[in-house]
């Protein structure tokens, strides 16, 4: 055999080899499968079968036509030579394989390699494989395994595939399908290796795919929860597969029901006749949609099979089938249409119960409700007497409360006799254990032991059937609902079981209604009752901050009618601003749910409003506020703030005070101690000790008069002066007053003109204030003027039929005050300036700051108006004076006619001997008798032996026993229990718990005046 014939018998032995490989291995399966694979790789291997015959082919061509054109023509032969070398280098590296030779012989250095095997190996271009080896080229391990492999195929002697992936430098990874086989040297005996690679990495990619696909696909049909099953129509309707949820279902394993048929798996034969019947309308219309019943292990299942047409590429048709067992949803079909039917019915019983208590609850009279219900069951039933009976315990009664008969029928409870509750009786133990009674045939033996009592009591005679339900009410058998018929009457069903005991619920909740109602409108009313009766203002809120109650309280502070409080928001009403304040203590609360304490201004004061959130179970159900009135404790801590202020200004008032009081004390004091030492020294003509007394006494009214200014004012300022409104005359009080000063102002040359009008009303005043205060004024008007007049005038504007402002003037031609001491003239110890302050004027300074405080104190105020040499205007305001209706009761003095008969004898108690030696001569001078005693318990002594005693007049404050106490044991007393006691005190006020116990009161100094008074006072009382 010549060179080419053994090439060629090489590369078709490879061929063939080859192509019975790609039969056989799985990567000819790979391109079996894939069309596209296939195209590609079956020119690849073509090619590669072809190869080596083809290089081998040209190789001997090559070296024939270099041998002959040597021989012949040797210029000519190089030519040829490299022409076919450019020729083969050409082909090789055109060629869409990576094809290579290497020398076994010499360390299996590479002979020849083409570009394709260059590019997939990752070498750079321009590198020379010639001469190298794997080691020099690949990484070690790779060369490592390309070696081993080379020495496995030159030690065979025969071809060997490979399958080859590495990485090239980019980081792709490759995957190649190797071929390898010996070349034996054919001019030196030399071996070489002939190798070539196809990339197969696009081929093994989508085989990974597809068998991903495949495994994906196969998942999916394994875990579908219903049947599915593949069937060849072409062959009687093979199964070509079902997924594992069908092959369960008929207990059959997937590979055995491949090639199976209908017939072989089901055993009924109406089973296989409808499921082919199904199967063929599929194939005949393409779709499919019905239930079949079949039947496996013995257990029938209805399944909704559907199926559709599929037609391969090649003509081949399939069914496709898959299945839903409906076998419970079949069942619960017949169930609802059955259940479907009793819900008609008791649809029909529930609109008739609803209408019956809607009827029955709307109409708010328990009796008729109770009758509504009778009506609706005894119609609905069928009965001929439906009844309801009441139990009385307390009574131990039974009552009949309401009955129903038919139109063609009457009622016969109103003849029906009481009678007595029977613990024994067996109906009532029945209803008692929560039974209902069920008589269809009331002469049966078992009806015996109740029928005789109830259907004596019942109305309607000739009862044949009789049924009872009892009505519970608070734990206890209230009474029972009761229907009766005249002619046989089967057992009722269980809709009219069910229809008698919802008429018994329905009465029970009428009567729980009722109670309800009435508890809850005691309740509402205990609520309302309270929440109006406390003076706080409380407000409630819902969750969404509107208001929804409020007290009565609350509504004063709104000041309109409380309808309209509920329709505009509560800032509107109680705060008066266009928009809820920023600190709102319900909108926080509405916020946090937590309480919130704020205070605001609201309409002029001020307010302290309290939130607090009401919840139940951590659910906010409404927000209650309360406000609380803080104005006055405002003002009173901005007093004090300003009292701390002042508080350097008070003590040298207190000091220019005690100086002034020790000047004004001791003037008269003086005065006092040193007529007295003259009057004590020795013998005095009479008018001269006669004048002596007369200053004594003088001096002595003078400094009572200053004390008694500084009370008052103490008292005004302490907010302690009671005042007594009494019926006034305002004219004859000025015409007093002016009779009073008209000695002074003959002497002094002046004019007094008074204007009042002649129907002055008759005023409600303090007229003893009010005297008090035009004194004042009208004194220091004559005190101040030496030429001119002094004019008075009273108005009095009404501003309501009852009441009127009063305005008093007095207006002065006198010395005036400057503008920068009007401020001052008010003061206590205060005048105007160094002319009034001089003691030509004799004043103290009282005087106005008296009538000032006085005038403030009866709602009113003193007004100033003056010019320093040009007079003064004082005017003296009183608003809202009330008008008196009563006529003035005039003013006198007990006369001494009203004193104590001669022979009364009076009981003096007082611990200071002087006081009682005072006494006694002022009672002496009035001719009473008087016993003296030092102390409390001395008087009771004197008072248990000595009877004989008409008064006692006695201090109030004593060591060991008060006047009060002394009082209250004289009293004990039998014999001295109507005895009339008077007291003698300092204190400018008595308490009103001290002064009930005395007939009478003398403030101390005691004039014999006063003294006159008293007595006579106290002996007209006692005698009334």
Not at 67 to 89: C, D, F, M, W
Not at 759 to 785: C, H, Y
Not at 939 to 945: G, M, R
Request: net charge negative; with cysteine.
């Amino acid at each position: 055999m010549n060179k080419f014939g053994f090439a060629l018998a090489i590369g078709g032995s490879w061929f063939i080899g080859k192509t019975s490989l790609c039969a056989t291995e799985p990567i000819g399966e790979v391109y079996s499968s894939v069309d596209s694979a296939w195209s590609i790789g079956g020119i690849f291997w073509v090619l590669s079968a072809l190869l080596p015959a083809v290089i081998v082919a040209l190789m001997w061509a090559i070296s024939r036509a270099k041998n002959k054109k040597i021989a012949t023509n040797p210029n000519s032969a190089v030519g040829q030579e490299r022409q076919s070398e450019y020729l083969l280098g050409m082909l090789l590296n055109h060629i869409p394989s990576a094809i290579w030779i290497k020398d076994a012989d010499d360390d299996y250095r590479y002979i020849l390699a083409n570009d394709f095997y260059l590019t997939s190996t990752g070498v750079k271009g321009g590198f020379r494989f010639e001469g190298k080896t794997d080691f020099e080229i690949h990484p070690h391990d790779l060369a490592q395994k390309y070696r081993s492999d080379d020495v496995k195929v030159i030690e065979s002697g025969t071809k060997q595939e490979f399958f080859e992936e590495y990485e090239d430098t980019d980081g792709v990874r490759h995957s190649i399908h190797s071929i390898k086989l010996p070349l034996p040297d054919y001019r030196q005996g030399r071996r070489l290796l002939l190798g070539m690679g196809i990339n197969i990495s696009e081929v093994v990619e989508k085989r990974n795919r597809l068998q991903e696909v495949n495994q994906l696909l196969q998942a999916i049909q394994d875990n579908l929860p219903c049947p599915f099953f593949v069937k060849d129509a072409d062959n009687d309707f093979r199964y070509l597969m079902g997924n594992r949820t069908y092959t369960d279902f008929l207990s059959v394993s997937p590979e055995a029901l491949i090639g199976m048929v209908d017939s072989e798996l089901y055993p009924d034969p109406e089973n296989v006749r409808a499921c082919h019947e199904s199967d063929l309308s599929a194939m005949e219309t393409g779709y499919s949609d019905a239930n079949e019943k079949v039947v496996i292990d013995g257990q029938a299942h209805i399944l909704r099979c559907i199926k559709s047409r599929l037609v391969r590429e090649d003509g081949r048709r399939l069914l496709v089938g898959i299945c839903v067992d409906i076998t419970a949803e079949t069942e619960l079909q017949e169930q609802l249409h059955n259940a479907m039917d009793e819900l008609k019915i008791h649809a029909e019983q529930e609109h008739l119960l609803n209408s019956c208590l809607e009827s029955a609850l709307l109409n708010e009279k328990e009796d008729s409700a109770i009758q509504i219900v009778l009506a609706m069951v005894g119609e609905r039933l069928k009965a001929d007497h439906a009844y309801c009976f009441h139990y009385d315990y307390q009574e131990n009664t039974v009552l009949p409360c309401k009955e129903w008969t038919p139109a063609d029928r009457r009622g016969e409870f109103d003849s029906m006799p009481q009678f007595a509750i029977d613990p024994k009786d067996e109906l009532f133990k029945l209803l008692c254990e929560r039974q209902m009674l069920s008589l269809p045939d009331v002469t049966s033996p078992q009806a015996r032991e109740i029928r005789d009592r109830w259907i004596e009591l019942l109305p309607t005679k000739n009862v044949c059937s009789l049924f009872a339900i009892g009505i519970w009410r608070n734990g206890e058998l209230w009474g029972h609902i009761g229907l009766s018929y005249c002619n046989p009457k089967s057992e009722l069903s269980q809709q009219e079981n069910d229809l008698l005991q919802s008429c018994a619920h329905i009465v029970e909740v009428i009567l729980e209604r009722q109670k309800n109602r009435d508890e809850l409108e005691r309740s509402e009313y205990e609520k309302l009752l309270l929440m109006d009766s406390i003076r706080i203002p409380i407000m409630l809120f819902n969750p969404d901050l509107q208001l929804i109650r409020c007290n009565n309280a609350a509504l004063e502070i709104a000041g309109i009618p409380e309808e309209q409080v509920y329709r505009q928001p509560c800032w509107t009403t109680f705060c008066g601003n266009a928009c809820r304040h920023q600190g709102c203590p319900v909108h926080l609360v509405g916020q946090d749910h937590k309480m919130h304490l704020v205070e605001l201004p609201i309409k002029g004061r001020d307010y302290q409003l309290s939130a607090y959130p009401i919840e139940v179970d951590g659910k906010l159900i409404n927000i209650m506020t309360t406000m609380v009135d803080v104005t006055e404790l405002n003002a009173t801590q901005r007093k004090l703030t300003i009292a701390l202020k002042e508080a350097q200004n008070a003590s040298k008032a207190k000091s220019y005070f005690l100086a002034t009081m020790s000047h004004e004390l001791r003037t008269p004091l003086n005065a006092v101690i040193g007529f007295s030492e003259l009057l004590e020294n020795g013998q005095l003509p009479k008018q001269e000790h006669d004048d002596y007394l007369r200053s004594i006494n003088l001096a002595g009214n003078s400094l009572l008069s200053l004390i008694n200014d500084v009370l008052d004012l103490s008292k005004l300022e302490a907010e302690q002066m009671m005042l007594v409104p009494q019926s006034t005359d305002l004219t004859k009080i000025l015409n007093e007053i002016q009779a009073i000063f008209q000695y002074k102002i003959r002497q002094k040359q002046l004019k007094m003109l008074l204007q009042i009008d002649k129907d002055f009303p008759l005023l409600k005043l303090d007229s003893l204030r009010l005297r008090q205060i035009l004194l004042n004024l009208i004194g220091n008007a004559v005190k101040f003027t030496e030429h001119g007049q002094i004019d008075i005038s009273a108005e009095f504007r009404s501003i309501a039929p009852d009441r009127g402002n009063l305005k008093i003037v007095i207006r002065d031609t006198g010395i005036g005050i400057a503008k920068e001491k009007q401020a001052k003239i008010f003061e206590p110890f205060a005048q105007g300036d160094t002319p009034r302050d001089s003691h030509a004027y004799q004043g103290t300074g009282l005087g106005l700051a008296i009538s000032h405080r006085l005038a403030n104190r009866m709602g009113g105020r003193i007004l100033l108006e003056s010019d320093a040499g040009k007079g003064s205007c004082f005017t003296l305001e009183l608003d809202s004076v009330e008008i008196s209706v009563l006529p003035v009761i005039a003013e006198h003095k007990e006369e001494l006619t009203n004193l104590p008969k001669p022979r009364t004898r009076v009981l003096l108690v007082d611990d200071v001997p002087m006081n009682l030696k005072v006494l006694q001569a002022m009672l002496r001078k009035l001719d009473i008798d008087s016993v003296c005693a030092n102390s409390g318990s001395n008087a009771l002594e004197i008072l248990n032996s000595d009877h004989d005693f008409q008064m006692v007049l006695t201090d109030l404050w004593m060591p060991n026993m008060s006047g009060s106490e002394l009082a209250q044991k004289i009293h004990e007393i039998p014999e001295n229990a109507n005895l009339p006691i008077a007291v003698i005190t300092a204190d400018s006020q008595m308490p009103e718990e001290k002064s009930a116990i005395f007939q009478g009161v003398l403030l101390k100094p005691v004039t014999l005046e006063a003294l006159q008074n008293l007595l006579a006072f106290v002996a007209k009382k006692s005698t009334v």
